[in-house]
T-cell receptor, first 114, second 113 residues
Framework: AQSVTQLDSQVPVFEEAPVELRCNYS??????LFWYVQYPNQGLQLLLK??????LVKGINGFEAEFNKSQTSFHLRKPSVHISDTAEYFC????????????FGKGTSLLVTP | EAQVTQNPRYLITVTGKKLTVTCSQN?????MSWYRQDPGLGLRQIYY???????DKGDVPEGYKVSRKEKRNFPLILESPSPNQTSLYFC????????????FGPGTRLTVL
């Protein structure tokens, strides 16, 4: 079975600075990878996903992530963050042949300050 | 507008009083799921449904029931709630193919006293 580890529970960063949120997964088979964002008092929204093909995936709001099969990682990056990026970010994995279930990491709280 | 709706959004109840949280989607999705979110634990799946009349346990099903009599609805039932079920609950739906995004409802914050 697959599992997901988000290496940082909290990431404080100043506005306009770059940020990287780290995600590692373990699985014995190929996986689909997702990043979701949860703004305060809201449900989760999809930021981006990797299914196959190019390892650099671009998502909404200027975020991108790079799939690294050898490192089993899917780190999320943004070159310049805004106050409005303050949110909880979840990495998730699913296995193509195991149905549609998502296995979520425990989340990383991104706090952007002026 | 494509959406997943949940009701109620907030609920405070007492131990042992049966309750139902409704979930409805208007996207004709086959797959629906319930999660609970607790601090430091992320989202954990409670139950899921691959289609009408097809449901299965997720990672933390104890104390919960679900039903899928219609494609659009997937209610979560707590027959005898306990304080350890105090949590934030999310319903989600997805088309019936793997790799598709899940659409999440706004969440239901449940407090069991």
């Amino acid at each position: 079975a697959q599992s997901v580890t988000q290496l940082d529970s909290q990431v404080p960063v100043f506005e306009e600075a770059p940020v990287e949120l780290r995600c590692n997964y373990s699985s014995s088979v190929s996986v689909y990878l997702f990043w979701y964002v949860q703004y305060p008092n809201q449900g989760l929204q999809l930021l981006l996903k990797y299914l196959s093909g190019s390892t650099l995936v671009k998502g909404i709001n200027g975020f991108e992530a790079e799939f690294n099969k050898s490192q089993t990682s899917f780190h999320l990056r943004k070159p310049s963050v805004h106050i409005s990026d303050t949110a909880e970010y979840f990495c998730a994995v699913s296995e193509p042949n195991s149905g549609y279930a998502l296995n979520f990491g425990k989340g990383t709280s991104l706090l952007v300050t002026p | 507008e494509a959406q997943v709706t949940q009701n109620p959004r907030y609920l405070i109840t007492v131990t042992g009083k049966k309750l139902t949280v409704t979930c409805s989607q208007n996207m004709n999705h086959e797959y629906m799921s319930w999660y609970r979110q607790d601090p430091g634990l992320g989202l954990r799946q409670i139950y899921y449904s691959m289609n009408v009349e097809v449901t299965d346990k997720g990672d933390v099903p104890e104390g919960y029931k679900v039903s899928r009599k219609e494609k659009r609805n997937f209610p979560l039932i707590l027959e005898s709630p306990s304080p350890n079920q105090t949590s934030l609950y999310f319903c989600a739906s997805s088309p019936g193919t793997s790799g598709q995004r899940q659409y999440f409802g706004p969440g239901t914050r449940l407090t069991v006293l």
